[in-house]
């Protein structure tokens, strides 16, 4: 074989990856469709610091972030609110787009990695089953190893075959659509009240996020339905209403964008293939940030193809990728994908009720940066929280149903994810993706 590799797209992941494999001598091409310019939405991203240490980066200069606030919960209804208090060693940072990808292409640009700009990947190409390159706006190019980083439509893994048991696209419930811009400040705000998320906000399936910074004021609109201007001006009118922070000007953004909500890719690789970041669903699924997690991804996926000593690129020697990925963060992802599921089937006042009662509290909403599994966020509840939520469980036979259908689906989600085939063998692997993609059905 050999050591070309194309990377598809300019995500994350993709990118971070590229910088590692150079570094190990590597000849790496990045094919991505936008300008340089262009790349990264007109905004800031909030992500785990630690995934630049996993990278063997040190943070970016101090002038290029700051510390994310705490975020404080609200039901339908507006009557309780759950304010988070994270540990300060837990923080999120937060970080212009642009300055993330400035930082870490310079960086991939230092290793040698081959960044081509304006360039539309099409399709991938294929000898059998193994893709051995891709079909882009500037004709046919091929590699030894194709990793995915188009995002989630990837047209490369939309048009893998079925026989390789990788799921093409995401369905229903599984993406989320955003609306997003940072509105000219009117008004100061008390601290708790600095970055507001809405749950299920006029009973719409989705959230609302206000986060009133120094020179502007942040809105984020996130349905599971397609949105359009016209909702998203009728939202606006219905959010300037109760948070005078928002202003009438856009300053920055504007953006539509989809984001997966859902668990991972159920196979991450096959022959000469293998999926990171957006295109592998690696986002936290009921967060949507993905940005650490494919930070991290990359170094998993360095590490196999470099193990990799007879440079074979194939699904057997690369499933040392999905196993390692799944062990550390995959098989803490899926299950949340089942608290995800369970918020769809929330009515507005059962939402309200949960917060009001206590079944939910502060300290269930204080998800701080290593927060990628269940256990971490609901951990360390004392005898008193138990008997609270089991209480307000009790009373409302509908809201116990609902979760208790959610508990059902996180022992067989987590059970199913830990029976992972150890080795590929495609039989087996076809069987268990198949179980593994039937845990998280609405």
């Known amino acids: 074989m050999g050591r070309k590799i194309i990377v598809t797209g300019g995500g994350h992941g993709g990118i971070t990856a590229a910088m590692l494999l150079a570094?190990?001598?590597?000849d790496v091409t990045v094919f991505e469709k936008n300008s340089r310019e262009n790349m990264g939405h007109d905004w800031t991203d909030i992500f785990d610091?630690?995934?630049?240490?996993?990278?063997?980066?040190?943070?970016p200069s101090k002038e290029l972030y700051k510390l994310k606030h705490d975020m404080t919960f609200y039901g339908p209804a507006m009557q309780t609110a759950l304010h988070q208090n994270t540990p300060a060693d837990q923080l999120e940072i937060q970080m212009e787009?642009?300055?993330i990808y400035n930082y870490i292409i310079g960086k991939a640009e230092d290793a040698g990695v081959k960044l081509v700009y304006d360039c539309e990947v099409v399709a991938p190409i294929l000898f059998g089953n193994r893709v051995v390159g891709i079909?882009?706006?500037g004709g046919d190019e091929f590699a030894d190893l194709v990793i995915d980083a188009c995002g989630m439509d990837s047209p490369v893994r939309r048009a893998l075959p079925e026989s390789l048991g990788i799921q093409n696209e995401a369905i229903e419930y599984e993406q989320f659509y955003v609306y997003r811009a940072f509105w000219n400040k009117t008004a100061e705000v008390e601290d708790i009240d600095k970055f507001k998320v809405l749950m299920l906000p006029e009973g719409k399936l989705g959230i609302s996020w206000i986060a009133t910074e120094e020179e502007h004021t942040d809105v984020l609109i996130g349905r599971f339905l397609p949105l359009d201007t016209d909702e998203v001006d009728r939202t606006m009118d219905v959010l300037r209403l109760s948070n005078p922070s928002i202003g009438t000007q856009i300053l920055r953004g504007g953006q539509f964008v989809k984001i997966p909500v859902r668990q991972p890719l159920g196979v991450l690789v096959a022959d000469g293939y293998a999926a990171i970041g957006d295109s592998a669903f690696m986002t936290v699924p009921i967060i949507g940030s993905g940005i650490a997690n494919s930070f991290k991804a990359a170094r998993i996926l360095a590490d196999a193809i470099v193990a990799d000593k007879d440079e074979a690129y194939s699904a057997e020697s690369l499933w040392k990728y999905q196993t390692e990925f799944y062990k550390r963060i995959g098989s803490g992802l899926a299950p949340l994908a089942c608290v995800k599921l369970m918020l769809t089937r929330l009515e507005g006042h059962e939402l309200d009720y949960i917060f009001a009662t206590g079944i939910l509290n502060a300290d269930?909403?204080?998800i701080g940066a290593d927060s990628t599994n269940?256990?971490?966020?609901?951990?360390?509840?004392?005898?008193?929280?138990?008997?609270?939520?089991?209480?307000?469980?009790?009373?409302?036979?509908t809201v116990l149903k609902k979760v208790v259908r959610m508990g059902l689906e996180l022992v067989k989600a987590t059970a199913v994810t830990a029976a992972m085939p150890k080795k590929y063998d495609r039989t087996a692997v076809l069987k268990w993706v198949k179980e593994y993609n039937e845990c998280f059905k609405q």
Do not use: Q
């Not at 256990?375 to 008193?384: E, K, N, Q, T, V």
């Open 23 to 26: 570094k190990n001598g590597f």
């Open 135 to 137: 079909k882009t706006s």
């Open 97 to 99: 787009r642009r300055d």
């Open 374 to 397: 269940l256990a971490s966020m609901l951990g360390g509840m004392s005898f008193d929280d138990i008997k609270i939520k089991l209480g307000g469980l009790i009373n409302d036979k």
């Open 364 to 366: 269930d909403m204080t």
């Open 49 to 59: 610091k630690k995934g630049f240490t996993e990278l063997g980066l040190e943070l």
